[in-house]
């Protein structure tokens, strides 16, 4: 069965950083594409980041270019999210996914507030 299992949220401060990771299980997870998507309060989910399978290639959305990073361990089968020069408009819920897939994990909370 399909799992992702992310981690690594919390509240900091506008200019901190933070490193989220997903365990991911259930699939061949060196196979397949990895992205992290976001839901701001009273938003609809976008996608923020994406890596290939090796992880040669990367995606970002405009709002977190230069200041986020997405990586992968593939032994690990676990994909990582490093947020740094955190601002208030970061604060979602923060989750895993393979694109187009539709299962869901419980997500990780990310508050920037001070």
């Known amino acids: 069965q399909v799992q992702f299992v992310e981690s690594g949220g919390g509240l900091v401060q506008p200019g901190g950083s933070l490193r989220l990771s997903c365990a991911a299980s259930?699939?061949?997870?060196?196979?397949?594409?990895m992205s992290w998507y976001r839901q701001p309060p009273g938003k609809e989910r976008e996608l923020v980041a994406a890596?290939?399978?090796?992880?040669?290639?990367?995606n970002y959305a405009d709002s977190v270019k230069g200041r986020f990073t997405i990586s992968r361990d593939n032994a690990q089968n676990t994909v990582y999210l490093q947020m740094n020069s955190l601002k208030a408009e970061d604060t979602a819920i923060y989750y895993c996914?393979?694109?187009?897939?539709?299962?869901w994990g419980q997500g990780t909370q990310v508050t920037v507030s001070s």
């Open positions: 996914n393979v694109p187009s897939w539709t299962r």
């Open positions: 259930g699939f061949i997870f060196k196979m397949y594409s």
């Open positions: 890596i290939s399978s090796r992880g040669g290639s990367t």
